[in-house]
């Protein structure tokens, strides 16, 4: 079964103290890793996607990689409006001719001033 | 551009009763998708639709129905609700071309209490 971990669950940052955030995958036949930010009381929002181990994409202040095993969302110098859940998802089962994603658990970032 | 729109925003419901949420995309995307949100848990795909007519069954089907008759619309039906269903709903939607290429693009949400 596919599985998508991410953590920690809940990280606390002070402003401009850089860190970053893991999601580890365990899937056969990678199609697509994607990152979302998601604010409370609201839908997901698409910030990356990562095809292929080494593959590196940039916003701003944050900063996506990816292994084989685990993608890493770096944020360097956060500010307080960068407090967000951040979501990780897999795409790589395949069923009837569609792919169905899998979506990790979620790591909530506060950003403190 | 409004993107993808859901309503109603919040719902509460006695358990028995039925209901439509509805999901609106003005994206012409092919590929639709109803996910549910549980606290500790991570998005679970509800159904899916390829395109106007054809739906398919996500991770956690049951007591849900769907119907795609348009390419812009998208209701998720619940025929006689449950508490097990109170949970944060959201619809995606996604472009035409390789479904696994594709970021999703999310709805606002339905907040949906089964009393």
């Known amino acids: 079964e596919d599985q998508v971990t991410q953590s920690p669950e809940a990280l606390r940052l002070q402003e401009g103290e850089s860190s970053s955030l893991n999601c580890s995958y365990t899937v056969s036949g990678l199609r697509g890793l994607f990152w979302y930010r998601q604010d409370p009381g609201k839908g997901p929002e698409f910030l990356f996607t990562l095809y292929s181990a080494g593959e590196e994409k940039e916003k701003e202040r944050l900063k996506a990689t990816l292994t084989k095993k685990e993608s890493f969302l770096h944020i360097t110098a956060p500010k307080p409006e960068d407090s967000a859940t951040y979501l990780c998802?897999?795409?790589?089962?395949?069923?009837?001719?569609?792919?169905?994603?899998?979506f990790g658990r979620g790591t909530s970032l506060i950003v403190h001033p | 551009n409004a993107g993808v729109t859901q309503t109603p925003k919040f719902q509460v419901l006695k358990t028995g009763q039925s209901m439509t949420l509805q999901c609106a995309q003005d994206m012409n995307h092919e590929y639709m998708s109803w996910y549910r949100q549980d606290p500790g848990m991570g998005l679970r795909l509800i159904h899916y639709?390829?395109?106007?007519?054809?739906?398919d069954q996500g991770e956690v089907p049951n007591g849900y129905n769907v119907s795609r008759s348009t390419t812009e619309d998208f209701p998720l039906r619940l025929l006689s609700a449950a508490p097990s269903q109170t949970s944060v709903y959201f619809c995606a939607s996604s472009s035409t071309g390789v479904w696994s290429n594709q970021p999703q693009h999310f709805g606002d949400g339905t907040r949906l209490s089964i009393l």
């Open positions: 998802a897999v795409q790589a089962r395949e069923t009837g001719g569609s792919y169905i994603p899998t």
């Open positions: 639709s390829v395109g106007a007519g054809i739906t």
